[in-house]
Nanobody, 115 residues
Framework: QVQLVESGGGLVQPGGSLRLSCAAS????????MAWYRQAPGKQRNWLAL???????NYADSVKGRFTISRDNAKNTVYLQMNSLKPEDTAVYYC?????????WGQGTQVTISA
């Protein structure tokens, strides 16, 4: 059974930082393309960042230079380091794993940026 479990969300002041984690089980995240998305209330889910099985990363323009995606293959976990957070970063953040076996989503973690 495949599971992706996000954690690390919370309430942070503008300008602050958070690190989200996505722990995978049932798959090897090192053999998958792992991505982070977010969905604000009333809006569509948007792609933020990707790390593929060779370690190449890619970012949406809205987070480039502020967010960093990384992976720890030994822990089967992918991270999203978020810096210089803004109120408009408030959303539920999801991770997604895509491989030859299909694709899976986590349940999401809430990130709220507010003074």
């Amino acid at each position: 059974q495949v599971q992706l479990v996000e954690s690390g969300g919370g309430l942070v002041q503008p300008g602050g930082s958070l690190r989200l984690s996505c722990a995978a089980s049932g798959i090897s995240s090192s053999n998958a393309a792992m991505a982070w998305y977010r969905q604000a209330p009333g809006k569509q889910r948007n792609w933020l960042a990707l790390i593929n099985d060779s370690g190449t990363t890619n970012y949406a323009d809205s987070v480039k230079g502020r967010f960093t995606i990384s992976r720890d293959n030994a822990k089967n976990t992918v991270y999203l380091q978020m810096n210089s957070l803004k109120p408009e970063d408030t959303a539920v953040y999801y991770c997604r794993a895509t491989g030859t076996w299909g694709n899976y989503w986590g349940q999401g973690t809430q990130v709220t940026i507010s003074a």
